[in-house]
């Protein structure tokens, strides 16, 4: 699909209906739903402290599927992202209840290495964050901490090829990372996440501090990525969450989901009223 | 009507206010100004003093004006290739004399006698070398100045390294070194080597154990071994081979092959050859300390001419050392053919190499600049280590909150404050602790460093941390994401990215540790030792300590001439020392 036509198109109707709006949704030319499912979470509760930014949580994500999650400021969308591997202990209030399953397992029993689970869930994160180091060494970095034994320079290039970056940056290797334009910068943060294959990529607003253009480079990567990753994007942008993703799942305030479903059935009939008035504009 | 209206509003703005900040800007201009005219006159007359200028016959000056300081200054111009550069230079030149002589004239003849200056002085400090250092620093930006600077830095800087290295080995055991060397770091390096070579991680891994147990073994092996090579043999196998071989990897990742051969054996063979033989074919010149200057300084410069002619820009700047070396030979063959008579500097090869003297011509400054090298050589690896370690601790091994929080806290607070302790109190805690209850005794050159690596490890720490904090959390989140353990994440993007902030509060510690003299009394060193330390606990004396004792000494001579050439000396080994370090720092932070 052509997103730069329909990035301006939605735009010009973006403060009317979303709901009209005659975006694709989930037309990613994937078939039904796989019915296995790569993250699981049951009765997720998550608290800062006395504040709880998760409130029951039951949701499964599917895999090699696009998910996105969707809701105002402060529902607990990326909170949820980053209970799933665990990028939660990094902050020392931060408690949470229940299981969220990754690959059959609960991620927060005793016996798991969070160090170990983030090495199988790539991350990328709102600011683009390269390493001040040289393009490959930003890509080539998870092979380093984790030891890979095999062809490194083989697996840049795969890397780079899979965040549609090697054209632009193969002869330039060694100059640094930080040398890229925004755009450039978050795909090469997309190429570090999947250089060391993970299982599951998670997005925390990826698009959200770049500029149109390099937003829809980036959309359109997410779309090949679900080819072999299961991708759960969190973003602010329902355009996009309706353009890119096959299910959508809406938080809205005090972290509780209220409608996790088809992309399709969320934007186009969605059952509670509260989700419409969301992707309305009508409130959030 | 409409410019009516336009012109009452714009009468109703009314004004605001500067003169508070007007005030406050020129006040500010004025104390900065002041400093630096307080330092420079201080400068001015220590050189005068050191070098013995006040003395100097005006022709003296004349010829190697015309000799050395023109020349360098057209290699300048050349170098800039700018006219209006060239213009500014020759009308301050000018306009400089004229002025600076008239001026001078005038206070003579009308305020006073100034003393110790005469106008051909004051015009080169006050003239000529500001006017230098701003044709530098316009020369620099064109490529042969560049490269000429490249070039002549490389040389003095490799030469002043391979000088440090033999002071070291001084104290040091040479032959620990070369047993821990081949043992340890040799099959290390191998083993390390190999792994990358076939992408075998356990061999990478295995790198450093086995260096570890070769050092183990070589401390043991060296009270067995008796026979060991000459400390030439030893430099060169230790030293200049390796060195050789980085910078021959250094030019084979440029490309050429032979070039690389070229650029490691020819200094190599050339600091075998003087080191080996050097006195037998009667060089003048010989033995280890020749061998590690010459591979010090050689590999560098051989490096660097191989990517100047690979770049082919800038070539002429090549001229500079012979430009330099011969300007100063042509000012001695002139002085010497018109017999003007030359100044009696104190500042001299003798006072750098020879041990003091009651007799002020006789003095030196050798065993305290020894002492001095190595007191700062061990303060800076220790400081530079413990600094590290703790800021890194503090900054990202603990935790925010609960108890461990607090104490952290409690215990950043209290490195802040024995940053304040006076260092005398440093000097006392050195002497009970190191020198008296650890045995170390008074004035050795482990009780001194120890003590100045305590005196400034607050400082170390305290600007470490703030590097360490200046790290972005998006660069640490990045990391821990990919599934990194914390010591990863500091190892390979916190340190690297806070090396540069790090190096330098550590440059600015080490500054004050060499000039401290309070702690050095308290401990005991020595005001005046008369021979090289050959052990780190023999007796040590330190260049401000050595100064300190001749400013009391009785006889003029001393106060004036022999103070001011150790200062001088002081001076230059700091200023040097600072200097490659915010170059390695300025490297540092381009590289990464």
């Not at chain 1, 049951?42 to 599917?62: C, K, S, W």
Request: aromatic share 8%; hydrophobic share 50%.
């Amino acid at each position: 699909m052509s997103n730069t036509e329909s990035e301006t198109q939605t735009e010009t109707e973006a403060s009317d209906s979303l709901i009209t709006t005659d975006v694709e949704t989930g037309s990613n030319g994937r078939s039904a739903p796989s019915n296995r499912t790569a993250v699981a979470a049951r009765d997720l509760n998550v608290f800062y402290g006395d504040e709880q930014a998760i409130d029951d949580v039951t949701m499964e994500i599917p895999e090699n599927r696009v998910t996105a999650l969707i809701g105002p400021s402060g529902c607990g969308k990326s909170t949820f992202l980053r209970t799933i591997n665990r990028m939660n202990d990094m902050i020392e209030v931060c408690r949470v209840e229940g299981d969220v399953e990754f690959g059959g397992k609960n991620v927060y029993d005793d016996d798991v290495d969070p160090v170990a689970l983030r090495r199988k869930i790539g991350m990328v994160f709102q600011k683009p964050n390269p390493f001040p180091k040289s393009i490959r060494d930003n890509v080539a970095y998870g092979l380093k901490i984790q030891g890979f034994d095999g062809d490194v320079d083989e697996r840049v290039e795969e890397s780079l090829k899979g965040a549609a970056l090697w054209d632009e940056v193969k002869d330039q290797l060694d100059s640094s990372g930080l040398d890229l334009s925004g755009g450039q910068q978050q795909r090469l943060c997309i190429a570090r996440a999947i250089a060391p294959d993970p299982e599951v990529i998670l997005m925390d607003e990826p698009t959200s501090a770049l500029d149109p253009v390099a937003a829809s480079k980036i959309e359109d990567l997410i779309d090949d990525l679900a080819e072999e990753y299961t991708v759960i994007i969190v973003t602010h942008n329902m355009q996009q969450a309706a353009r890119i993703s096959d299910r959508t799942a809406v938080f809205l305030t005090g972290g509780r989901l209220v409608e996790y479903d088809d992309t399709t059935k969320i934007f186009e009939d969605p059952e509670e009223q509260r989700v419409e008035d969301y992707i309305t504009g009508k409130f959030g | 009507m409409a410019t009516d209206t336009d012109t009452a509003r714009i009468e109703g703005f009314g004004e605001v206010s500067r003169v508070r900040g007007i005030i406050f800007e020129y006040l500010s201009l004025g104390a900065s100004v002041l400093g630096i005219f307080a330092l420079a006159v201080l400068l001015v007359y220590v050189t005068i003093d050191a070098f013995d200028l006040a003395g100097t016959s005006p022709l003296w000056l004349l010829t190697y004006f015309v000799t050395l300081v023109v020349p360098f200054l057209a290699f300048c111009l050349y170098s800039a290739r700018d006219r209006e550069v060239t213009r500014r230079a020759v009308t301050v030149a000018g306009g400089g004399l004229v002025a600076v002589a008239a001026v001078f004239t005038a206070i003579e003849t009308f305020v006073g006698q100034i003393p110790r200056l005469n106008w051909q002085l004051a015009y080169l400090f006050v003239v000529v070398a500001p006017l230098t250092g701003y044709l530098v620093y316009m020369g620099a930006r064109g490529r042969p100045g560049a490269v000429g600077f490249g070039l002549v830095g490389r040389l003095i800087g490799g030469a002043a390294i391979g000088l440090a290295f033999s002071v070291l080995f001084l104290v040091f055991d040479e032959r620990l070194w070369f047993l821990a060397y081949t043992l340890g770091i040799v099959p290390g390096l191998f083993a390390y080597a190999y792994g990358q070579l076939r992408n075998s991680s356990t061999a990478v891994t295995a790198a450093l154990p086995v260096s570890l147990v070769g050092v183990v073994l070589a401390v043991f092996v060296r009270d067995v071994l008796r026979t060991y090579p000459t400390t030439t043999f030893i430099y060169l196998w230790t030293l200049a081979i390796p060195i050789a071989a980085a910078g021959a990897l250094v030019v084979n990742a440029r490309g050429s092959r032979t070039a690389a051969l070229a650029a490691g054996g020819v200094p190599l063979a050339l600091a075998a050859v003087v080191g080996l033989f050097g006195r037998a074919i009667g060089l003048g010149v010989g033995g280890p300390n020749a061998l590690l200057v010459i591979a010090l300084a050689g590999v560098p410069v051989a490096v660097y001419l191989h990517r100047v002619f690979d770049v082919g820009e800038g070539v002429t700047g090549l001229g500079l050392p012979v430009l330099l070396v011969g300007g100063a030979l042509a000012g001695a063959l002139v002085v010497e053919t018109f017999g003007i008579p030359t100044p009696n500097s104190w500042v001299s090869g003798t006072f750098l190499t020879e041990a003091p003297s009651r007799n002020a011509r006789d003095a030196g400054l050798y065993p305290a600049i020894v002492g001095s090298v190595i007191i700062i050589a061990m303060v800076a690896v220790l400081s530079f280590v413990l600094g590290v370690a703790t800021s890194v601790f503090l900054e990202e091994y603990t935790a925010d909150s609960g108890v461990v929080g607090a104490l952290t806290r409690l215990l950043q607070i209290n490195i802040a404050n024995l940053a304040a302790v006076p260092s005398v109190v440093y000097g006392l805690l050195g002497l009970g602790l190191f020198a008296n209850l650890l045995g170390f005794g008074f004035g050795t050159a482990v009780t001194v460093s120890l003590t100045l690596s305590l005196l400034i490890l607050p400082i170390t720490i305290i600007s470490a941390q703030e590097a360490i904090r200046s790290v972005p959390d998006d660069l640490r989140r990045g990391s821990d994401a990919m599934g990194a353990t914390r010591w990863q994440t500091t190892k390979n993007v916190v340190l690297p990215e806070a090396f540069p902030g790090i190096l330098t509060g550590t440059i600015l510690a080490l500054g004050r540790a060499i000039g401290e003299t309070a702690p050095l009394i308290m401990v005991g060193a020595a005001t005046t030792v008369f021979s090289a330390p050959s052990s780190l606990f023999s007796k040590f004396s330190a260049m401000p300590m050595q100064i300190y004792a001749w400013a009391n000494f009785p006889q003029a001579e001393f106060r004036y001439g022999v103070v001011a050439a150790g200062v001088i000396t002081l001076l230059t080994i700091l200023v040097g020392m600072n200097g490659t370090a915010i170059l390695l720092r300025n490297r540092a932070e381009r590289g990464s």
